[in-house]
T-cell receptor, first 116, second 112 residues
Framework: EAQVTQNPRYLITVTGKKLTVTCSQN?????MSWYRQDPGLGLRQIYY???????DKGDVPEGYKVSRKEKRNFPLILESPSPNQTSLYFC???????????????FGSGTRLTVV | KQEVTQIPAALSVPEGENLVLNCSFT??????LQWFRQDPGKGLTSLLL?????REQTSGRLNASLDKSSGRSTLYIAASQPGDSATYLC???????????FGRGTSLIVHP
């Protein structure tokens, strides 16, 4: 089944303890992206990647890191989590057509992160 | 920064009504427009994807249209059911950018 898989689904952690949220897709998509969703603020893009070893900042990159060493994986790293990073996180992917168009986005099921 | 606006922000209707959800974007240079459904605390499920060369797409009771010249897309839900209750979001790479811009969503409640 074609899908984007995020792990873990739920995570409670303490301030300052490094964590990684994994994202993997099995559709050979070039484009992958991380979003956070907060009440009243909608979806905000954290980082995105157009292909292996190509990453760029989104609208709210502070406090996050990403890497794209393989096409299928795009982990989100919080080096020193803080309570304001408590949120619902989504990973998404898509194919990239010539001239930059895409064929629509597939989203993971989300990771609910709580930082205390 | 390009914007995508969804109106209304919230909608509560009785079962059986036909509904129109609106999505407008600030730049007509758009590759495609995608409609999603999101249940509370869950992920986004793709409903319909309209390419820039198309005018509409249909799936069951759902019909989405795209009018690039006016910068608008509409999602039409026929004969609404309580199971349609969810938040509906639209998104597209607008303004010539590849990166999608999301609307804030329309929260729909269909009551029996």
């Amino acid at each position: 089944e074609a899908q984007v898989t995020q792990n873990p689904r739920y995570l409670i952690t303490v301030t300052g303890k490094k964590l990684t949220v994994t994202c993997s897709q099995n559709m050979n998509h070039e484009y992958m992206s991380w979003y956070r969703q907060d009440p009243g603020l909608g979806l905000r893009q954290i980082y995105y990647s157009m292909n292996v070893e190509v990453t760029d900042k989104g609208d709210v990159p502070e406090g996050y890191k990403v890497s794209r060493k393989e096409k299928r994986n795009f982990p989100l790293i919080l080096e020193s989590p803080s309570p304001n990073q408590t949120s619902l996180y989504f990973c998404a992917s898509s194919l990239v057509a010539p001239k930059g168009a895409n064929y629509g986005y597939t989203f993971g099921s989300g990771t609910r992160l709580t930082v205390v | 920064k390009q914007e995508v606006t969804q109106i209304p922000a919230a909608l509560s209707v009785p079962e059986g009504e036909n509904l129109v959800l609106n999505c407008s974007f600030t730049d007509s240079a758009i590759y495609n427009l995608q409609w999603f459904r999101q249940d509370p605390g869950k992920g986004l499920t793709s409903l319909l994807l309209i390419q820039s060369s198309q005018r509409e797409q249909t799936s069951g009771r759902l019909n989405a249209s795209l009018d690039k010249s006016s910068g608008r897309s509409t999602l039409y839900i026929a004969a609404s059911q309580p199971g349609d209750s969810a938040t509906y979001l639209c998104a597209g790479p607008v303004g010539g950018s590849y990166i999608p811009t999301f609307g804030r969503g329309t929260s729909l409640i269909v009551h029996p």
